[in-house]
């Protein structure tokens, strides 16, 4: 059984952890960039766009979703995936204040 000491970790770094886990495929950023590229709501072309079975980018939607890192409605038997923008500028603040932090250390660098 695997233990984790998310305890040892303030909640930024831990939330960072959890979003980039949800970045950690290929298939996601793929989601991810088709959803920015059309910036509208998508749903059944998926499947055409990324040529994987439709069980396999519901799976990716899933993971997607429940970081908030995308929104959908569901409208009969159609669901609607689009990026959830207050989410997005959140993660954005996020990686943004990590990278900030770097300040090059010119030729003393390891």
């Not at 695997?2 to 970790?9: A, E, G, I, Q, S």
């Not at 979003?19 to 920015?36: D, E, G, N």
Request: aromatic share 6%.
């Amino acid at each position: 059984m695997r233990v984790t000491k998310k305890n040892l970790f303030d909640n930024v770094q831990n939330e960072l952890a959890t979003v980039s886990k949800a970045f950690a495929h290929p298939a996601r950023i793929a989601i991810v960039q088709h959803l920015l590229k059309t910036n509208a709501c998508i749903n059944g072309d998926l499947v055409a766009e990324l040529g994987l079975a439709q069980a396999t980018i519901s799976q990716h939607l899933r993971e997607l979703k429940d970081v908030g890192i995308i929104q959908g409605s569901i409208e009969g038997t159609s669901v609607s995936y689009c990026i959830n923008p207050l989410r997005w500028e959140e993660i954005r603040n996020m990686l943004n204040q990590l990278f900030d932090q770097f300040t090059s250390c010119g030729d003393n660098c390891c």
